[in-house]
């Protein structure tokens, strides 16, 4: 393969890659999770996405502007442990609750990134099962 062949295929691949990444986003939002569940929390009833494993976890509401069927999103986990969400990507504010089995164990507030044009990181300040996000209206 000559060089400039090889400039050539160097420069397909750069562009298949960052067209790959911008039509991600597109596609995140498709890959929602199908199973619901509800969720009391201080009286209140949420119909919530349930992600219950390691791709869920990771793409949670990212692109997301708004459900037309649900309150937010659950994350459920195997064990307890210390979580950390961050709003990368999230386009609406959350109110997110850390839980313990049924029982919220702290509240934080989650800005979306249009609003704080840098992530915000928050995370639980005891160790968890349960998260719960809410899309604030």
Same mark, same amino acid.
Do not use: C
């Given at each position: 393969?000559?060089?400039?062949?090889?400039?050539?295929?160097?420069?397909?691949?750069?562009?298949?890659?960052?067209?790959?990444?911008?039509?991600?986003?597109?596609?995140?939002?498709?890959?929602?999770?199908?199973?619901?569940?509800? @969720?009391?929390?201080?009286?209140?009833?949420?119909?919530?996405? @349930?992600? &219950?494993?390691?791709?869920?976890?990771?793409?949670?509401?990212?692109?997301?502007?708004?459900?037309?069927?649900? &309150?937010?999103?659950?994350?459920?986990? &195997?064990?307890?442990?210390?979580?950390?969400?961050?709003?990368?990507?999230?386009?609406?504010?959350?109110?997110?609750?850390?839980?313990?089995?049924?029982?919220?164990?702290?509240?934080?507030?989650?800005?979306?990134?249009?609003?704080?044009?840098?992530?915000?990181?928050?995370?639980?300040?005891?160790?968890?099962?349960?998260?719960?996000?809410?899309?604030?209206?």
């Amino acid at each position: 393969m000559d060089r400039k062949m090889k400039k050539v295929v160097f420069i397909l691949i750069i562009a298949f890659i960052a067209v790959g990444f911008y039509f991600q986003k597109f596609f995140t939002k498709f890959n929602l999770p199908a199973e619901t569940q509800n @969720v009391t929390i201080d009286g209140k009833v949420y119909k919530l996405l @349930v992600a &219950d494993n390691e791709i869920e976890h990771t793409n949670g509401l990212m692109n997301v502007r708004k459900l037309s069927d649900a &309150d937010g999103m659950v994350f459920l986990f &195997d064990k307890p442990k210390i979580q950390i969400f961050w709003n990368q990507n999230t386009l609406v504010d959350l109110d997110v609750y850390w839980m313990n089995g049924n029982a919220v164990v702290g509240h934080d507030y989650l800005p979306s990134i249009e609003k704080t044009k840098s992530t915000v990181i928050i995370q639980s300040s005891t160790p968890v099962d349960k998260v719960v996000e809410i899309i604030r209206k």
